[in-house]
């Protein structure tokens, strides 16, 4: 199962969290790439305004692409199971990395954008995709440390482009292009390792209807002393769906008997986009520069950022399964609440006390750490454990979807919030987050130690106002 994870992992959610980050180091290369061509092609300087829509373009075509990615990964992994689905996206990036790699010596940048279109595609399948296929492999009791596996190795790709990234690595002016063609290597991984698992036996009896298999692919994750109650858990599931289809996305909206398992991915999908954690990537050069560090040396601070979200990452797998899945996202959202508050005050009084920039620094990390304890890491978890399996792909569909369309706002919005609000912007995430924590605790129910039916029963009450 461990090793499942692993295998599943390094070619989904690690790729995501490694091509947001590696992005950051080549800025002024590919600038300089953008003028140097347009330059030689049309003999004539690129207008800055027109650099600046360029480069733009090339940053968030990104996050256009895993919206398309969202809205194929369900369908894919429907038709192709959800192994098959993973598989077939890593053919994606390769092609995305080929495109990207022969950008600078062909001397066209529209394959830069049309390689950053892909690998956003190739991100979008694979954040929709992975889940589904752990939350569908995992037994109940280690279901939450499974699924955090997300949540590991997304972090763990933002460190590794991080890491890369360092000019003394691949992000000085020579390796650039190298930099941005590497995700092939996690896909490559991916092809070599993945074939050898099964795939997901709750795909293969409720959506295929074959037992044999679903039996072999469960004695291979559980043993063949232990796979007897999970093959039970399945058909009983199997019993209550009574042969229906998996659903469409819209079929969803419809569906009153999922009606408040959908309002909750809503809420936690865009709570997680918008609670502040990527206005604290903004701040962070500045909070780190008024605190005396200079600006060779913020890139090696900026990993410590990296590094905390890994850690917790890690941390919440770890306690998941204990804890629940209740108490730590309601105590990530109030934690940061609470580092809202304090980065607001000190903000303000930064040029007061000597101090004080380092009071925003301990407010950095310690978002950070609050975010990747809760918000971070249990949101994909929860989406896999509310929906039984003909809703599950339907409902990563639109999860993913509201998550890119989030991502994609707040980058376009965002600096007009921060200039307009200044450091009084974290005042709007403290009354999201406080919000977000209010509908968790009054809405859902813990899903700990349950099998999806059992979670399902204990939303029926919401959905149709009676116990029945």
Known sequence: ??????????????????????????????????????????HKELNPDLLTFLWSVIA???????????????????????K?????????????????GISFPTGLFELLIAGRFL????????????????????????????AMGTSIFLTGGILTGQI????????????WPLLLSSSCFPAFAQLLFLPWFPESPRYLLIDRGDELSCAKALKRFHGS????????????ECLALDGEKPKKPWQLFTDRGVRWQLITVVVMTMGQQLSGINAIYFYATYIFEQAGISAEKIPYVTLGTGACECLTALTCGLLIDYVGRRYLIIGGYLLMTLWSVVLTFSLTYQDLYSWVPYVSMMCIFAFILSFGLGPGGITNTLTAELFIQSS??????????????????????????????????????????????????????ETKNKSFLEIKKEFHKLNFGRNT
């Open 1 to 42: 199962l461990f090793l499942a994870v692993c295998a599943v992992g390094i070619g989904g959610t690690f790729q995501y969290g490694y091509n947001v980050s590696i992005i950051n180091a080549p800025t002024q290369h590919i600038h300089r790439f953008l003028n140097e061509t347009w330059a030689s092609r049309y």
């Open 60 to 82: 968030s075509v990104f996050s256009l692409g895993g919206l398309c990615g969202a809205l194929l990964g369900g369908s894919m992994a429907i038709r192709l199971g959800r």
């Open 84 to 100: 098959g689905a993973l598989l077939m996206n890593n053919i994606i990036a390769i092609l995305a990395s080929i495109l990207m």
């Open 119 to 146: 690998i956003g595609i190739n991100s979008g399948i694979g954040i929709c995709v992975q889940p589904l296929y752990i939350g569908e492999v995992a037994p109940k009791h280690l279901r939450g440390g499974m």
């Open 164 to 175: 890369i990234g360092l000019r003394e690595l691949l992000g000085g002016e020579t390796y």
């Open 225 to 236: 002393s232990e796979y007897q109650r999970e093959m039970e858990d399945i058909q009983r």
């Open 392 to 445: 599950r792909p339907a409902a990563y569909m639109i999860g993913g979807t509201l998550s890119w369309i989030s991502f994609f706002t707040i980058g376009m919005l965002f600096p007009f919030i921060v200039n307009g609000l200044k450091q009084y912007c974290f005042l709007v995430f403290l009354l999201e987050c406080s919000l977000v924590a209010a509908f968790i605790f009054l809405i859902i129910p």
